[in-house]
C-alpha cells in the first residue's frame, strides 16, 4: 500500500513539474525562437521576391546561415537551440501527462504533441549542430535534402504510395492549418482578456495572415510530393526555399511571393504573442 501511495505522489509531483513554471518558461522561450525563425525566413523570400536574395536560401538553413555570419551569431545559435529544445520538452510534457483544456488528455492530443515534441527535438538539434561548426548547410538546402529523401523513397518498395501519402498529408495539414488561422482557433488558447483591443487586433492580423500563408507554404510543399509520386521523379519535390520561389513563377509573378513572405514574417510576430499571451 505503502509503495503504491508512494507511485502516486511521485506521479502527481511529476505532473505539477510538467505544469509548472520552468516548463512554462521553456515553452515561451521556444515560441520566440520560432518566432524569430519564421520572422527571418520571411526577410529572406521577400529578398528573393525582390531579386535581392544574395544567394541565401528562402528556409531554415538560409535563417540559421544569416545568423551564424553576424556578431554573436554562435551566442544566438546556441539561444535559438535551447529554445526550441524547451519547445520539445513542453510538448512531451503535454503528451506524457496531457494537454491544457478539457480535451488535453485524449489521445489524438498526445499523439499531435508527441509529434511535435519529435519535430522541435530535431530542429533543436539541427541548430545546435549548426553552431557547433557544422555549415554543410550552406552548400545546399531543404531543396536537395527533400529530393534525397523522396529519392530513397522512391526506390523503396511501394515507395511511390509512401511519398505520395506524405504529399497528402502535407495538403490536409497546410488546408487544416490555413483555416484555423482563419477561424481564429487560436482564441482558444490565448489570454485575450489581457489584451487592449488594439493589441487584440494585432494578433488577429498576424494570427490570420500567418497561418495562413504557413499553410499556404505546406499545402504547396506536400502538391509537388504528389507531383513526384504521380511521375515517379524525385527532382519534383521542392523544400521550403524552392517552394517559396515557385511563388515567383505564378502568373501573378513576384508579388504573390511577396505576400507569402510578409505572411511568414508576420507568423513570426505572432509566436511572439503567444510567448507573451499563450495559456498554459
Known sequence: MEVGTVTVSGRMRARQAARGPVVEGAARA?????????????????????????????DREGALAEIGHRPMGTFVLWALA????????????EAVFGAAGADGRKARKRLLSAGRCVFYGFVA???STYALGDRRSEGGSSDRASQ??????????????????????????GVWIAARAALRKYHDR?????????????????GVAGGVARGAVFTTAGGFALWAAVGFDPGRAKGMDDTLR???????????????????????????????????
Open 148 to 173: 534525397d529523401v523522396t529519392a530513397r523513397l522512391l526506390d523503396l518498395p511501394g515507395g511511390r504510395w509512401m511519398v505520395g501519402a506524405a504529399g497528402v498529408v502535407a495538403i490536409v495539414v
Open 82 to 93: 535551447v529554445a526550441l529544445a524547451g519547445m520539445a520538452l513542453w510538448r512531451l510534457s
Open 246 to 280: 515557385s511563388f515567383a513563377h505564378t502568373p501573378v509573378g513576384p508579388w504573390l511571393l511577396m505576400v507569402v513572405a510578409a505572411g511568414l514574417a508576420l507568423f513570426g510576430v505572432f509566436s511572439f504573442a503567444m510567448a507573451r499571451w499563450r495559456k498554459f
Open 30 to 58: 521556444g515560441f520566440v525562437a520560432r518566432g524569430a525563425i519564421y520572422l527571418l525566413v520571411g526577410l529572406l523570400a521577400a529578398r528573393v521576391a525582390t531579386g535581392s536574395d544574395r544567394g541565401r536560401q528562402a
Open 190 to 206: 490565448m489570454r485575450l482578456d489581457e489584451m487592449s483591443a488594439r493589441t487584440r487586433r494585432m494578433v488577429d492580423c498576424t
Open 125 to 127: 538539434y539541427t541548430v
